[in-house]
T-cell receptor, first 111, second 113 residues
Framework: KAGVTQTPRYLIKTRGQQVTLSCSPI?????VSWYQQTPGQGLQFLFE???????NKGNFPGRFSGRQFSNSRSEMNVSTLELGDSALYLC??????????FGPGTRLTVL | DQQVKQNSPSLSVQEGRISILNCDYT??????FLWYKKYPAEGPTFLIS?????DKNEDGRFTVFLNKSAKHLSLHIVPSQPGDSAVYFC????????????FGSGTQLTVLP
Protein backbone atom coordinates (compact mmCIF):
# COMPACT_ATOMS: atom_id res chain seq x y z
CA LYS A 1 0.00 0.00 0.00
CA ALA A 2 1.41 3.40 -0.94
CA GLY A 3 2.26 5.76 1.89
CA VAL A 4 1.34 9.37 2.43
CA THR A 5 2.59 11.55 -0.40
CA GLN A 6 3.25 15.26 -0.31
CA THR A 7 3.98 17.68 -3.12
CA PRO A 8 6.07 19.57 -3.73
CA ARG A 9 8.99 18.32 -1.64
CA TYR A 10 10.81 21.63 -1.73
CA LEU A 11 9.57 25.16 -2.24
CA ILE A 12 11.18 28.59 -2.16
CA LYS A 13 9.00 31.68 -1.83
CA THR A 14 9.50 35.32 -0.91
CA ARG A 15 7.86 37.27 1.88
CA GLY A 16 4.31 38.32 1.16
CA GLN A 17 3.63 35.52 -1.31
CA GLN A 18 1.21 32.71 -0.71
CA VAL A 19 1.77 28.98 -1.03
CA THR A 20 -0.33 25.83 -1.39
CA LEU A 21 0.92 22.42 -0.29
CA SER A 22 -0.72 19.15 -1.20
CA CYS A 23 -1.12 15.85 0.64
CA SER A 24 -2.50 12.52 -0.53
CA PRO A 25 -3.29 10.19 2.35
CA ILE A 26 -2.91 6.44 2.48
CA UNK A 27 -5.75 4.77 0.62
CA UNK A 28 -8.69 4.25 2.94
CA UNK A 29 -7.54 6.87 5.43
CA UNK A 30 -10.09 9.62 5.86
CA UNK A 31 -8.36 11.79 8.44
CA VAL A 32 -5.56 14.14 7.42
CA SER A 33 -3.58 16.25 9.87
CA TRP A 34 -0.94 18.89 9.21
CA TYR A 35 2.06 19.69 11.37
CA GLN A 36 4.83 22.26 11.22
CA GLN A 37 8.37 21.43 12.26
CA THR A 38 10.86 24.19 13.03
CA PRO A 39 14.15 24.03 14.95
CA GLY A 40 12.81 26.40 17.61
CA GLN A 41 9.30 25.10 18.15
CA GLY A 42 9.61 21.44 17.24
CA LEU A 43 6.63 19.61 15.80
CA GLN A 44 3.41 21.54 16.20
CA PHE A 45 -0.13 20.63 15.19
CA LEU A 46 -1.77 22.88 12.59
CA PHE A 47 -5.16 21.31 11.86
CA GLU A 48 -7.02 18.10 11.13
CA UNK A 49 -9.56 17.35 8.44
CA UNK A 50 -12.03 14.50 8.29
CA UNK A 51 -14.71 14.04 5.63
CA UNK A 52 -13.94 17.46 4.18
CA UNK A 53 -14.50 19.18 7.53
CA UNK A 54 -11.93 20.78 9.79
CA UNK A 55 -12.24 18.96 13.11
CA ASN A 56 -9.50 20.56 15.11
CA LYS A 57 -7.14 23.51 14.81
CA GLY A 58 -3.86 24.33 16.49
CA ASN A 59 -2.63 27.68 17.70
CA PHE A 60 -1.66 29.24 14.37
CA PRO A 61 -2.77 32.54 12.79
CA GLY A 62 -5.54 32.69 10.24
CA ARG A 63 -2.95 32.94 7.44
CA PHE A 64 -2.74 29.17 7.73
CA SER A 65 -5.72 27.41 6.25
CA GLY A 66 -6.57 24.12 4.67
CA ARG A 67 -9.20 22.04 3.01
CA GLN A 68 -9.98 18.45 2.22
CA PHE A 69 -11.53 17.05 -0.92
CA SER A 70 -14.03 14.24 -1.31
CA ASN A 71 -11.20 11.80 -2.15
CA SER A 72 -9.56 12.70 1.21
CA ARG A 73 -6.70 14.57 -0.45
CA SER A 74 -5.87 17.73 1.45
CA GLU A 75 -4.27 21.06 0.71
CA MET A 76 -2.75 23.56 3.07
CA ASN A 77 -2.45 27.24 2.22
CA VAL A 78 -0.30 29.90 3.81
CA SER A 79 -0.95 33.48 2.77
CA THR A 80 1.23 36.55 3.21
CA LEU A 81 4.32 34.48 3.93
CA GLU A 82 6.69 35.57 6.67
CA LEU A 83 10.32 34.56 7.20
CA GLY A 84 9.25 32.59 10.26
CA ASP A 85 7.04 30.36 8.13
CA SER A 86 10.16 28.61 6.84
CA ALA A 87 9.73 25.05 8.07
CA LEU A 88 9.14 21.44 7.21
CA TYR A 89 5.39 20.93 6.76
CA LEU A 90 4.25 17.41 7.47
CA CYS A 91 1.01 15.72 6.62
CA UNK A 92 -0.23 12.63 8.43
CA UNK A 93 -3.16 10.35 7.76
CA UNK A 94 -4.99 7.75 9.79
CA UNK A 95 -7.97 5.46 9.53
CA UNK A 96 -10.43 5.75 12.37
CA UNK A 97 -8.74 5.77 15.75
CA UNK A 98 -5.49 4.30 14.49
CA UNK A 99 -1.96 5.61 14.48
CA UNK A 100 -1.07 8.59 12.32
CA UNK A 101 1.34 7.91 9.47
CA PHE A 102 3.43 10.74 8.12
CA GLY A 103 4.46 11.78 4.64
CA PRO A 104 7.97 12.93 3.73
CA GLY A 105 7.11 16.60 4.21
CA THR A 106 7.44 19.77 2.17
CA ARG A 107 10.44 21.95 2.97
CA LEU A 108 9.31 25.59 2.61
CA THR A 109 11.92 28.33 2.55
CA VAL A 110 10.76 31.94 2.71
CA LEU A 111 13.31 34.52 1.57
CA ASP B 1 3.75 24.87 28.54
CA GLN B 2 5.41 21.67 27.37
CA GLN B 3 2.97 18.84 27.93
CA VAL B 4 5.39 16.24 26.60
CA LYS B 5 9.04 16.49 27.56
CA GLN B 6 12.14 14.71 26.37
CA ASN B 7 14.83 16.05 28.65
CA SER B 8 17.79 14.42 26.91
CA PRO B 9 18.50 16.11 23.58
CA SER B 10 21.08 13.47 22.69
CA LEU B 11 22.18 9.95 23.57
CA SER B 12 25.16 7.91 22.39
CA VAL B 13 25.24 4.14 22.71
CA GLN B 14 27.62 1.43 21.57
CA GLU B 15 26.37 -0.96 18.92
CA GLY B 16 24.82 -4.07 20.47
CA ARG B 17 24.02 -2.37 23.76
CA ILE B 18 20.65 -1.16 25.00
CA SER B 19 19.35 2.32 24.14
CA ILE B 20 16.88 3.83 26.59
CA LEU B 21 15.01 6.96 25.56
CA ASN B 22 12.83 8.72 28.10
CA CYS B 23 9.74 10.87 27.92
CA ASP B 24 7.62 12.61 30.57
CA TYR B 25 4.15 14.06 30.20
CA THR B 26 2.08 16.38 32.32
CA UNK B 27 -1.41 16.09 30.83
CA UNK B 28 -3.28 13.39 32.76
CA UNK B 29 -5.84 13.21 29.94
CA UNK B 30 -3.28 11.65 27.60
CA UNK B 31 -4.07 7.97 27.24
CA UNK B 32 -2.26 6.92 24.09
CA PHE B 33 1.45 7.24 23.50
CA LEU B 34 3.59 6.73 20.42
CA TRP B 35 7.22 6.76 19.45
CA TYR B 36 8.38 8.00 16.07
CA LYS B 37 11.82 7.90 14.48
CA LYS B 38 12.88 10.70 12.19
CA TYR B 39 15.74 11.25 9.77
CA PRO B 40 16.59 14.77 8.57
CA ALA B 41 14.32 16.13 5.83
CA GLU B 42 11.99 13.14 6.13
CA GLY B 43 8.68 12.60 7.85
CA PRO B 44 8.50 10.76 11.18
CA THR B 45 8.23 6.99 10.91
CA PHE B 46 5.95 5.25 13.38
CA LEU B 47 7.77 2.76 15.63
CA ILE B 48 5.57 1.58 18.45
CA SER B 49 2.65 2.70 20.58
CA UNK B 50 1.05 1.93 23.91
CA UNK B 51 -2.34 2.52 25.38
CA UNK B 52 -2.72 3.66 28.97
CA UNK B 53 -4.41 0.37 29.86
CA UNK B 54 -1.06 -1.36 29.39
CA ASP B 55 2.33 -0.86 30.99
CA LYS B 56 4.44 -2.56 28.34
CA ASN B 57 4.33 -3.18 24.60
CA GLU B 58 6.96 -5.04 22.64
CA ASP B 59 7.70 -5.21 18.92
CA GLY B 60 10.91 -6.92 17.93
CA ARG B 61 13.86 -4.94 19.23
CA PHE B 62 11.61 -2.14 20.48
CA THR B 63 9.82 -2.11 23.84
CA VAL B 64 7.86 0.77 25.29
CA PHE B 65 7.20 0.99 29.02
CA LEU B 66 4.55 3.21 30.56
CA ASN B 67 4.47 4.30 34.20
CA LYS B 68 1.19 6.15 34.57
CA SER B 69 1.66 7.13 38.20
CA ALA B 70 4.95 8.82 37.29
CA LYS B 71 3.62 10.07 33.95
CA HIS B 72 6.70 8.60 32.35
CA LEU B 73 7.37 6.41 29.36
CA SER B 74 10.51 4.96 27.91
CA LEU B 75 11.60 3.29 24.71
CA HIS B 76 14.13 0.46 24.90
CA ILE B 77 16.02 -0.65 21.81
CA VAL B 78 17.89 -3.93 22.17
CA PRO B 79 20.31 -4.54 20.59
CA SER B 80 21.07 -1.11 19.20
CA GLN B 81 22.27 -0.93 15.60
CA PRO B 82 24.00 1.90 13.69
CA GLY B 83 20.90 2.21 11.48
CA ASP B 84 18.94 3.20 14.59
CA SER B 85 20.78 6.52 14.66
CA ALA B 86 18.07 9.16 14.22
CA VAL B 87 15.95 11.58 16.21
CA TYR B 88 13.29 9.87 18.31
CA PHE B 89 10.08 11.68 19.23
CA CYS B 90 7.52 10.61 21.75
CA UNK B 91 3.99 11.83 21.14
CA UNK B 92 0.72 11.60 23.01
CA UNK B 93 -2.97 12.26 22.61
CA UNK B 94 -6.21 11.98 24.50
CA UNK B 95 -8.57 9.52 22.85
CA UNK B 96 -11.49 11.26 24.50
CA UNK B 97 -11.01 14.37 22.42
CA UNK B 98 -9.40 15.37 19.16
CA UNK B 99 -6.52 13.12 18.25
CA UNK B 100 -3.97 15.82 17.65
CA UNK B 101 -0.53 14.59 18.52
CA UNK B 102 1.50 16.53 21.07
CA PHE B 103 5.18 15.88 20.47
CA GLY B 104 8.22 16.02 22.68
CA SER B 105 11.27 17.91 21.49
CA GLY B 106 13.09 14.78 20.39
CA THR B 107 16.25 12.88 21.35
CA GLN B 108 19.10 12.40 18.88
CA LEU B 109 20.27 8.80 19.22
CA THR B 110 23.71 7.95 17.90
CA VAL B 111 24.70 4.29 17.82
CA LEU B 112 28.45 3.93 17.56
CA PRO B 113 29.89 0.96 15.64
Amino acid sequence: KAGVTQTPRYLIKTRGQQVTLSCSPISGHRSVSWYQQTPGQGLQFLFEYFSETQRNKGNFPGRFSGRQFSNSRSEMNVSTLELGDSALYLCASRRGKDTQYFGPGTRLTVL
Amino acid sequence: DQQVKQNSPSLSVQEGRISILNCDYTNSMFDYFLWYKKYPAEGPTFLISISSIKDKNEDGRFTVFLNKSAKHLSLHIVPSQPGDSAVYFCASFSSGSARQLTFGSGTQLTVLP
